[in-house]
């Protein structure tokens, strides 16, 4: 069965920094795209960061471009999305998603993906 868990999320102060990862248990992620989706109360669940299974190419939303920076690292099955500058409005529950294979339509669908984490809350204050 695969299972992805997220952590790293937190209580942060608006402009501080937090790293979250993501371990995919179950199957190798080297050949799957993988991404990043948050959750805010009340809201929808949104995208935030997609990368493609080699690293090469990824992709982000215009609310995080510049701030956020998705990578990953095959060996050992994770995915890892760096926040910095951080703002009240990222306040969210952060979301790891994996596909198996290729993904035929967009990066940023929520139906892309197979695979979803439990999530972890990530609080800013400001």
């Known amino acids: 069965q695969v299972q992805p868990v997220e952590s790293g999320g937190g209580f942060v102060h608006a402009g501080e920094s937090l790293r979250l990862s993501c371990v995919v248990s179950g199957r190798p992620i080297s050949n799957s795209p993988m991404a990043w989706f948050r959750q805010a109360p009340g809201q929808e669940r949104e995208f935030v960061a997609a990368i493609n299974w080699s690293g090469g190419s990824s992709d982000y939303a215009d609310s995080v471009k510049d701030r956020f920076t998705i990578s990953r690292d095959n060996a050992k099955n994770t995915v890892f999305l760096q926040m910095n500058s951080l703002k009240p409005d990222d306040t969210a529950v952060y979301y790891c998603?994996?596909?198996?294979?290729?993904?035929?339509?967009?990066?940023?669908?929520?139906?892309?993906?197979?695979?979803w984490g439990q999530g972890t809350q990530v609080t800013v204050s400001s």
């Open positions: 998603a994996v596909k198996e294979g290729p993904i035929s339509g967009t990066y940023r669908a929520l139906l892309s993906y197979d695979y």
